[in-house]
């Protein structure tokens, strides 16, 4: 199975700011990689599909970036804004069992 | 507008079983695939199983291989998570997703808890 990486834990910043997430796979995904944001009491929310590919409706302060050999990945909020407090995660859609990352939970201060 | 609803979840004891139910509308259901994944409290998304547009394939996360079964009813634009033997650590918000690649959309998700 395909271990998937994520860093930081958890990260704080400003409003204004910009953040980068990573996400590690154990073996090359093709960008085969998807970024959902996570909110209490909502399901997760698609941001970004093949590493690259910004959803319909999803703010362009959210990109998505490959690096390796298939196997680095990050996630760059900019312009921090209130909204995007939330936990962030990665998952490798390249092979089944589809691994999530274990999540960055995001705070604005 | 595409919406999946989950239904079936609620308080079983431990070792009993249940059902999960997501019904899909708003898009042609026959022709994607569809995935659970759970959110234990506290804790991350963990994915749990997988199923073609089809049903020919289905896939599993080695933590619930051989006590959950995924399945689908195209004729009904449902697909079933079946949970047996369930545990403590089972307890948790169960989603599903229609997955043409990444999850694009995700059911408001039902609540199981497992408990003597």
């Known amino acids: 199975d395909i271990q998937m990486t994520q860093s930081p834990s958890s990260l704080s910043a400003s409003v204004g700011d910009t953040v980068t997430i990573t996400c590690r796979a154990s073996?090359?995904?093709?960008?085969?990689l998807s970024w959902y944001q996570k909110k209490p009491g909502k399901p997760p929310n698609l941001l970004i599909s093949?590493?690259?590919?910004?959803q319909t409706g999803v703010p362009s302060r959210f990109s998505g970036a490959a690096t390796g050999s298939g196997t680095d990945f990050s996630l760059t909020i900019s312009s921090l804004q209130p909204e995007d407090s939330a936990t962030y995660y990665c998952?490798?859609?390249?092979?089944?069992?589809?691994?999530f990352g274990q999540g960055t939970k995001l705070e604005i201060k | 507008q595409v919406q999946l609803v989950e239904s079936g979840g609620g308080v079983v004891q431990p070792g009993r079983s249940l059902r999960l139910s997501c019904a899909g509308s708003?898009?042609?259901?026959?022709?994607?695939?569809l995935q659970w994944v759970r959110q234990a409290p506290g804790k991350g998304l963990e994915w749990l199983a997988g199923?073609?547009?089809?049903?020919?394939?289905?896939y599993y996360t080695d933590s619930v291989k051989g006590r959950f079964t995924i399945s689908r009813d195209n004729s009904n634009n449902t697909v079933y998570l079946q949970l047996n033997s369930l545990r403590s650590e089972d307890t948790a918000e169960y989603y599903c997703a229609r997955a043409p690649g990444g999850l694009d959309y995700w059911g408001q998700g039902t609540v199981v808890t497992v408990s003597s």
């Open positions: 093949a590493a690259y590919n910004l």
């Open positions: 073996q090359n995904i093709r960008n085969y």
């Open positions: 708003g898009f042609t259901f026959s022709r994607y695939a």
């Open positions: 998952q490798e859609n390249d092979s089944a069992p589809y691994t």
């Open positions: 199923i073609s547009h089809d049903g020919g394939y289905k």
